[in-house]
């Protein structure tokens, strides 16, 4: 029988209840964030980050690294279904337990050029790479890590299909380290060399299919302790990793080569992974949305709490319904229904006003649930509708129906969601795991991310159980004397850069292009041999050449060794530097173009000072003529942009300015 409505249910509606729960947490965006925001929800978070090594060869076998190739090019085709293993213990991990329930087909595209045997798991790993090893070594020193007397392979287990084997190959390289930033130092756990995993293709229902070019790339994972309470100092501590890394000229740079593994937690919360961030913009966004989103969940399981006095007895109730019962003309529905899927309906006891709870900007917690069934049952989005829509996708009357079905309370929510007969039992298991542990707060787990700064749930967070050691590999002792000899190559502090820039009055806002292109030694290299002002050569590389390559596309692979040529032809022709600005567009786009030729290109014609300086007199008359202004200022400015065509080159912009103000 139907119940009837409280005032309460009258006046309650989904969107004033995502605006209500928003304001509890006191949720406020990024931009609008202060310290005592973070401090008063206890913001902490930690960075694992990830960096290919530029190596000839991939670091267990004799494949070349760094060949990549189009997901359409590929010789073979191997499918795997990936089954857990018991650890040293005897207990299963979490990640792999979850995983195997996903039932996933996996499909790796080889390409003969970039893969061996050793990628599929048909023969044992090769000695790992030395050069790998070496460079990994001299980046941990760089870290002022401890390093480890003897390396020993650990087998990390994975089976979301990343990795052939169901396994990563990794190493502990150093621990115990730090790094500056501006106003603290931050702890590093440890440095580690591992084989890089497969790339995604697509991952739709029941298969995912991986190419194999990046597979095996050696790779270095550096980790810090969670001493980040801010996310911009989080996304300081992530640059300077990057750029410490990236001084040492023996790591990969652009899309894919870095990609940080950025962990938050909450006061009250829990460590949840945001996966694979490749962008340190991104950082602050993602890490300042986790944070609140555990935030939010904890609100969430405070209220539950409040009305579900024994949470242990708590379940969810289902029935199959009939579309022609009801009026469901949502596409994905009907979709459905021509693929013979059938449409089941759930009821969540107490649970109104949760489904609609504000987690993320955009997101409510039925997104929470509606995650887990696209990647644990393998049900596509959109793969459930329910009773607290913030854009409903059905008429309401049918959730009214619903309720009566169920002879629900008017405390109660209601999930719709249709599936295929082998997932609708892994669904169900899916929707009522995610409500409980809703009563104990966040649950560990891995995130992807996206650009605008919100997360998904990906996986279950690994533990330990997955790790344990690999019987194919023996270990490496590191003499002292091997590491003695590495530490001599180790180059300067990035934070000793730093602080150099500064010294030069570099403008601080060249620094992270820079940086992130490991340009400091040829800023230095240009100051020491070819004797210029600190600031125009950090501006001229910091400001012009950042303009230039945002701007123009190269011919060829530009090295940045030509701007150090292209500087020393001018000073060698007794050339004024400032041309430099001028012909620097024409040798990015075309580096293998003699400098004569370019002068050819830009027009450029060497005169004598004294001949550009002869015509000062006659641009006074002419101004004074056409009466623009009479401020002296004025006239010293278009004179100067009158001469500037011939002058460039010719005569340095501050002699040119003098022998106006004589005149």
Not at 299 to 320: A, F
Request: proline letters at 5%; glycine letters at 4%; charged letters at 30%.
């Amino acid at each position: 029988m139907k119940k009837d409505k409280s005032p309460e249910s009258i006046e309650f509606t989904p969107q004033k209840n995502y605006e209500q729960t928003r304001q509890e947490i006191g949720y406020v965006p990024r931009k609008k964030a202060t310290k005592a925001d973070y401090e008063r929800i206890g913001f902490m978070s930690g960075l694992e980050v990830h960096q290919q090594l530029k190596t000839k060869e991939k670091l267990f076998c004799h494949c070349p690294a760094g060949i990549f190739h189009n997901h359409n090019d590929y010789n073979a085709e191997i499918i795997r279904h990936m089954r857990p293993t018991l650890s040293e213990l005897g207990e299963y991990d979490g990640t792999a337990l979850m995983e195997y329930k996903t039932r996933k087909e996996i499909v790796y595209r080889i390409n003969n050029k970039t893969a061996c045997t050793y990628e599929i798991d048909d023969t044992p790993p090769f000695k790992v790479d030395r050069e790998a090893l070496e460079y990994a070594l001299e980046i941990s020193l760089l870290c002022k890590l401890n390093i480890v007397g003897e390396v020993h392979i650990t087998r990390k287990q994975y089976l979301d299909g990343s990795i052939p084997t169901g396994f990563q190959r990794t190493a502990i390289l150093g621990v115990e380290g730090e790094i500056p930033l501006k106003n603290k130092k931050v702890r590093l756990i440890q440095l580690s060399i591992e084989e890089d995993s497969c790339r995604e293709i697509s991952d739709i229902r029941h298969t995912r299919i991986y190419k194999t070019d990046r597979l095996g790339m050696p790779l270095i994972e550096t980790v810090t302790y969670p001493e980040m309470y801010t996310p911009d100092e989080l996304k300081e501590a992530a640059e300077y990793i990057r750029f410490l890394n990236r001084s040492t000229g023996r790591v990969r740079v652009g899309s894919g080569a870095g990609r940080e593994d950025v962990n938050v937690s909450c006061k009250g919360g829990t460590r949840v992974e945001i996966k694979g961030v490749s962008y340190n913009k991104l950082i602050p966004e993602l890490s300042h949305n986790e944070a609140f989103r555990q935030w939010a969940l904890l609100n969430v399981r405070n209220k539950l709490n409040d009305i579900i006095k024994d949470t242990s007895k708590w379940k969810i109730q289902h029935q199959e319904i009939d579309y022609r019962d009801f009026d469901l003309k949502y596409e994905p529905i009907i979709e459905g229904l021509i693929d013979k899927y059938r449409i089941i309906a759930v009821n969540l006891s107490n649970f109104k006003g949760i489904l609609s709870h504000f987690t993320q900007p955009g997101k409510i917690f039925a997104d929470e649930i509606a995650d887990r069934l696209k990647v644990i049952a393998c049900l596509e989005r959109p793969n459930m509708i329910h009773s607290e829509e913030l854009n409903p996708k059905v008429i309401e009357e049918n959730f009214s129906k619903i309720k009566e079905l169920f002879n629900a309370s008017e405390n109660d929510a209601q999930i719709i969601f249709w599936a295929p007969d082998k997932d609708i039992p892994t669904a169900l298991e899916t929707i009522e795991e995610r409500c409980k542990m809703a009563f104990k707060g966040v649950p560990k787990e891995t995130r992807k991310s996206f650009s605008d700064g919100t997360t998904i749930f990906e996986r279950v967070l690994p533990g330990a159980d997955r790790m344990y050691p690999d019987t194919d590999s023996a270990p490496i002792p590191l003499e002292d004397k091997y590491i003695e000899k590495l530490s001599k190559t180790v180059p300067t502090d990035v934070i000793d850069r730093y602080n150099q820039l500064k010294k030069w009055n570099i403008p601080e806002d060249t620094y992270t292009f820079i940086f992130r292109n490991n340009l400091y030694p040829l800023i230095e290299k240009i100051i020491k041999d070819l004797k210029l002002n600190p600031v125009f050569v950090g501006t001229f590389i910091g400001h012009r050449l950042k303009f230039v390559e945002g701007h123009y596309e190269s011919a060829n692979n530009f090295e940045y060794d030509k701007i150090y040529d292209l500087l020393k032809y001018l000073i060698d022709k007794k050339l004024e530097i400032q041309l430099s600005k001028k012909m620097l567009p024409v040798v990015y786009q075309y580096p293998k173009m003699d400098f004569d030729s370019i002068l050819t290109s830009i027009n450029f014609k060497p005169l004598p000072k004294e001949e550009i300086v002869s015509k000062i007199p006659f641009l006074k008359q002419k101004f004074q003529e056409i009466k623009i202004s009479n401020d002296d200022q004025v006239a010293k400015h278009w004179i100067m942009g009158e001469l500037q065509k011939t002058a460039v080159g010719n005569i340095a912009p501050d002699q040119l300015a003098k022998a106006i103000e004589e005149n």
